[in-house]
């Protein structure tokens, strides 16, 4: 597996695994499951797995924690803290307002260092900026737990360009992680080149359009009942609609290359440069070696140009979340 940088501080393989869709927002499946598919990306050489306290709340955390414990010293482990949580409900019901008070960092910091069963935090992110506290503060407070040595890296999610550069003031930012894909490009409106001229790495999480981009999903009516894409602008009536012809051109382009859908959309956004690392999620061991695969496409520039053109970011349909969310998106 190749290997790229975040920030100076950490080496990871070029592809990482986002871990939410195991236990939240999807539906989740059984822990078995779930522990083989951890440990076979191990096998296949992904080092780089993402979870969050919210995440169920607290089993992803869990979860991963448990299948990797044994092999913890070949991974490199990201969580997040930010928001606050409402231990009555789960799954993204949980989410019930934004917290980034410094010390909601640090007692997060120790929930999850036991949660994962570890005594450090690889990359531990700001999963949303809370707009209540200053972002100074917060990243203070994580700054003072890398003194401490219970956490190697600090990261920050959904940020803007002139946060990011607050915040690196602080203490050196390692990672910003932002939804980023053929289908949502808003990184490039200035957080992308902030991150490089910084020095920062950037972790796209979704790269797969949250499923859209694999061409696999041709019907909402197979999402499940608790599925929380059915929530999504996007993913409703004539908007699907219209985001699935494109998809159907992606399609077109992939089978020209001889290549899933999937493996072309992670492939461009890897073509993007070497300081992104993109962290799709996948339940499946047989879409995990898919994704895995996308690693070793090389595009040329008119390929790029090609994709970009039968897949025009201002043509996808709807908003990246309902209105009801307004506050969990990078304004």
């Keep these: 597996m190749q290997q790229r940088k975040l920030g100076s501080a950490l080496s990871v393989s070029a592809i990482g695994l986002g871990c939410m869709g195991m236990s939240h927002a999807y539906g989740g499946q059984d822990e078995a499951t779930s522990i083989a598919t951890l440990r076979r990306a191990v096998d296949l050489g992904i080092t780089f797995f993402d979870t969050a306290e919210v995440y169920g709340p607290f089993v992803n955390e869990e979860l991963v924690g448990k299948a990797l414990r044994d092999l913890r010293d070949e991974v490199v482990i990201a969580t997040k803290f930010g928001f606050r949580i409402n231990t009555d409900k789960s799954d993204a019901a949980a989410m019930s307002g934004l917290d980034g008070r410094p010390e909601q960092a640090k007692s997060v910091a120790e929930a999850s260092l036991r949660r994962l069963g570890t005594d450090v935090i690889d990359l531990y992110y700001l999963h949303r900026v809370d707009p209540a506290v200053p972002i100074e503060d917060t990243v203070g407070a994580m700054a003072d737990l890398v003194a401490e040595g219970k956490v190697k890296a600090i990261g920050l999610s959904e940020v803007t360009a002139d946060e990011l550069r607050r915040a690196h003031e602080i203490h050196p930012i390692t990672a910003v992680q932002s939804e980023y894909s ?22 796209p999480f979704s790269p797969l359009g949250r499923g859209m981009l ?60 070497d300081d992104i690392v993109p962290i799709p999620g996948t339940r499946s061991e047989v879409r995990l070696a898919e994704n895995i695969a996308a690693v070793d496409i090389v595009l040329s520039e008119p390929e790029l140009a090609q994709i970009a053109a039968v897949f025009p970011a201002e043509s996808v349909a709807g908003a990246r979340y309902a209105p009801t969310a307004a506050p969990y998106v990078a304004r």
């Design 214 to 273: 694999t061409g696999a999903l041709t019907s909402t009516d197979a999402l499940g009942p608790n599925d929380f894409r059915r929530g999504l602008p996007r993913f409703q009536g004539e908007n699907f609609d219209l985001n699935r012809s494109l998809v159907a051109a992606l399609d077109a382009l992939a089978a020209e290359k001889g290549v899933t859908p999937a493996q072309l959309a992670l492939a461009w956004v890897l073509n993007q440069g």
């Design 182 to 203: 053929l289908w949502t490009r808003d990184p490039e409106m200035g957080v992308l080149a902030a991150c490089r001229e910084l020095g920062v790495g950037f972790v």
